[in-house]
């Protein structure tokens, strides 16, 4: 059972009791009144219809492979999730990192991570994904100040750590299925960044496989955040966070979502947080951790 919170509850005790709970034993909830306007979700989603129906050439021009650093559209079967199998993900996403103008220095000095974001020309798509980028960011933040409370650290904790974040925004298209075997349209997985904020249209398909157990539908409550916590959070707490997997089964329709990956500074040192005993792993940077994982996301597959 995936418990449904809502945030102005997480300020009280029993709502961060309820939180601890969550993420201590499955690694997702639901999120309600949230503050994020429905209409901007709304945009969110328009927009990304938008780009996913231009023409393959003209998604092309802004294709992921023409950058190291992540950003823009990874056509449909260029991504994996699902390390241990053969299949290849049927979805297509638009991806956008923390936004940097051309001539920053971290863009120029080449540093992994900071290039900058690629944009489809496409009236309203930059400006609507960056509010939502800040918007989702903000969120994220107040959820981890929740986690760094229930883990008995200062609510400002994480604030620091998340200023000029490698936070990433993700748009997903998954096509009908087809009936293929062995199809998927995303493969079984954990998130890699600290925790995620996952927006979704309603059609199913996502499903969570909680320790111990079998794979459940994940359910839907318009305008909330399916949040769940990433391997990275899962590091930090030394294991006291899980990050479960979980995957997306080829919808009867075309399923649309909004990802968001809230990650923190590039240089933040994931290692044990206080209290959280004795650490089960050697301390590393974030952007370092990241680059690893992601690796092995685009890595060719042997046919």
């Not at 639901?30 to 996913?52: I, T």
Request: overall charge negative.
């Amino acid at each position: 059972m995936i418990p449904i919170l809502s945030l102005p509850e997480l300020s009280t005790d029993d709502g961060l009791a309820e939180l601890g709970v969550a993420v201590r034993e499955t690694g997702f909830f639901l999120l309600r009144d949230h503050g994020v306007p429905a209409d901007l979700q709304a945009e969110v989603l328009r927009q990304a219809d938008l780009f996913f129906d231009l023409p393959v050439a003209s998604k092309a021009e802004v294709a992921i492979e023409k950058t190291p650093h992540y950003r823009g559209w990874a056509r449909a079967g260029l991504e994996s999730l699902d390390e241990t199998r053969p299949e290849v993900d049927t979805k297509e996403s638009f991806n956008i990192g923390y936004d940097l103008a051309a001539d920053d220095p971290r863009v120029v000095a080449g540093e992994p991570f900071r290039g900058v974001n690629q944009w489809p020309d496409l009236p309203g798509f930059r400006e609507t994904m960056l509010a939502y980028y800040d918007a989702c960011q903000g969120l994220g933040l107040r959820v981890l100040s929740a986690l760094a409370r229930d883990l008995g650290l200062p609510a400002d904790h994480f604030d620091a750590l998340f200023e000029e974040p490698l936070s990433a925004l993700r748009v997903l298209r998954y096509p009908p299925a087809s009936g293929a075997q062995g199809e998927i349209g995303a493969g079984a997985h954990t998130d890699y960044g600290a925790i995620t904020l996952l927006l979704t249209d309603g059609e199913g398909g996502l499903q969570v496989r909680p320790r111990g157990g079998d794979w459940a539908d994940v359910p839907h409550i318009e305008g909330a955040y399916v949040v769940n916590i990433g391997d990275c959070l899962m590091r930090w707490t030394n294991d006291i966070y899980v990050s479960t997997p979980h995957r997306v089964l080829p919808p009867k329709r075309v399923r649309r979502s909004v990802a968001f990956f809230t990650e923190a500074n590039p240089d933040a040192v994931v290692a044990a947080l206080p209290g959280t005993g004795e650490p089960k792993y050697p301390p590393i940077r974030a952007a370092d951790y990241l680059a690893s994982r992601l690796k092995a996301t685009y890595a060719p597959k042997a046919s």
